[in-house]
C-alpha cells in the first residue's frame, strides 16, 4: 500500500519539485481568483494526479479478480478526465476571467474554473465508458462511446464552444447554462440507451 501511496502522489510531487521552472515558463502562480490559486495552477495540479491511474491499475492487478486487459481499460478511464483538464490548462486560466464588456471595460467574471469541468468530465467518463463493460449489443457500445466522447471534449473545450453559443459560458450564468446542457443531453441519451435497472452504479 505504501507503494501504491508513492505512486499515486508522485505526479503531484514533482510538480511542487518543478514548480518554480514551471512558472516561469507559463505564469502558474499569478494568484487573481478568490481561493488564491490560480486556475492554471489548479489545473496542472489536477493533471499531477494522473498518476494515480497507474496506483489505481496495480491494485486492480494484485487484489481483484478482473482480467490484465479490463484492469488497463479501467486505468485508462480513471486518467482521462485529469488528463483532459491538464493538457488544456491554457484554458482553464485566470485569463478566462477577464471579459470585455459592452463598453469594452474589462469586468471580472468566474472564467473557466476547472474544478467545476473536472467534476462533470469524471461523471461523463466514469458512467459512460465503465457502462461499456456491462453491454452486449456492438451497435449500443459504439453509440456510448461516441457520446461520451463528445460530451467529454465539450467539456474540456468550453474556450472553443464558446464562439459558436448565444451566451458568453465564462459568467457564471454561462457556466451553469453550459454545464448544465452537456450534463442533460448526456443523460438523456444515456438513458435512452441503458435502462435504470442497468447502469453499472446500481447493479
Given at each position: 500500500m505504501i507503494i501504491v501511496?508513492?505512486?499515486s502522489s508522485s505526479g503531484l510531487y514533482l510538480f511542487q519539485y518543478y514548480s518554480n521552472e514551471i512558472?516561469?515558463?507559463y505564469n502558474i502562480k499569478n494568484t487573481t481568483n478568490l481561493n488564491n490559486y490560480s486556475y492554471q495552477t489548479l489545473s496542472l495540479c489536477i493533471f499531477s494526479f494522473i498518476t494515480t491511474s497507474l496506483a489505481l491499475f496495480i491494485m486492480l492487478t494484485l487484489l481483484s479478480n478482473i482480467s490484465l486487459y479490463n484492469c488497463i481499460l479501467i486505468s485508462l478511464i480513471f486518467s482521462l478526465p485529469f488528463f483532459g483538464i491538464g493538457v488544456r490548462f491554457k484554458t482553464f486560466h485566470d485569463d478566462s476571467r477577464w471579459i470585455k464588456g459592452k463598453d469594452r471595460k474589462e469586468k471580472q467574471e468566474i472564467g473557466y474554473n476547472p474544478m467545476y469541468y473536472f467534476y462533470l468530465s469524471c461523471i461523463i467518463c466514469f458512467i459512460g465508458y465503465y457502462q461499456i463493460f456491462y453491454l452486449t449489443h456492438l451497435e449500443d457500445i459504439i453509440?456510448?462511446?461516441i457520446l461520451t466522447f463528445?460530451?467529454?471534449?465539450?467539456?474540456i473545450s468550453p474556450d472553443k464552444m464558446n464562439k459558436y453559443l448565444p451566451f458568453d459560458n465564462r459568467t457564471l450564468k454561462g457556466n451553469i447554462l453550459y454545464l448544465g446542457a452537456i450534463l442533460i443531453l448526456f443523460m438523456l441519451i444515456f438513458t435512452q440507451i441503458i435502462p435504470l435497472e442497468d447502469f453499472?452504479?446500481?447493479r
Amino acid at each position: 500500500m505504501i507503494i501504491v501511496y508513492l505512486i499515486s502522489s508522485s505526479g503531484l510531487y514533482l510538480f511542487q519539485y518543478y514548480s518554480n521552472e514551471i512558472d516561469k515558463k507559463y505564469n502558474i502562480k499569478n494568484t487573481t481568483n478568490l481561493n488564491n490559486y490560480s486556475y492554471q495552477t489548479l489545473s496542472l495540479c489536477i493533471f499531477s494526479f494522473i498518476t494515480t491511474s497507474l496506483a489505481l491499475f496495480i491494485m486492480l492487478t494484485l487484489l481483484s479478480n478482473i482480467s490484465l486487459y479490463n484492469c488497463i481499460l479501467i486505468s485508462l478511464i480513471f486518467s482521462l478526465p485529469f488528463f483532459g483538464i491538464g493538457v488544456r490548462f491554457k484554458t482553464f486560466h485566470d485569463d478566462s476571467r477577464w471579459i470585455k464588456g459592452k463598453d469594452r471595460k474589462e469586468k471580472q467574471e468566474i472564467g473557466y474554473n476547472p474544478m467545476y469541468y473536472f467534476y462533470l468530465s469524471c461523471i461523463i467518463c466514469f458512467i459512460g465508458y465503465y457502462q461499456i463493460f456491462y453491454l452486449t449489443h456492438l451497435e449500443d457500445i459504439i453509440i456510448l462511446i461516441i457520446l461520451t466522447f463528445i460530451c467529454h471534449v465539450l467539456t474540456i473545450s468550453p474556450d472553443k464552444m464558446n464562439k459558436y453559443l448565444p451566451f458568453d459560458n465564462r459568467t457564471l450564468k454561462g457556466n451553469i447554462l453550459y454545464l448544465g446542457a452537456i450534463l442533460i443531453l448526456f443523460m438523456l441519451i444515456f438513458t435512452q440507451i441503458i435502462p435504470l435497472e442497468d447502469f453499472w452504479f446500481i447493479r
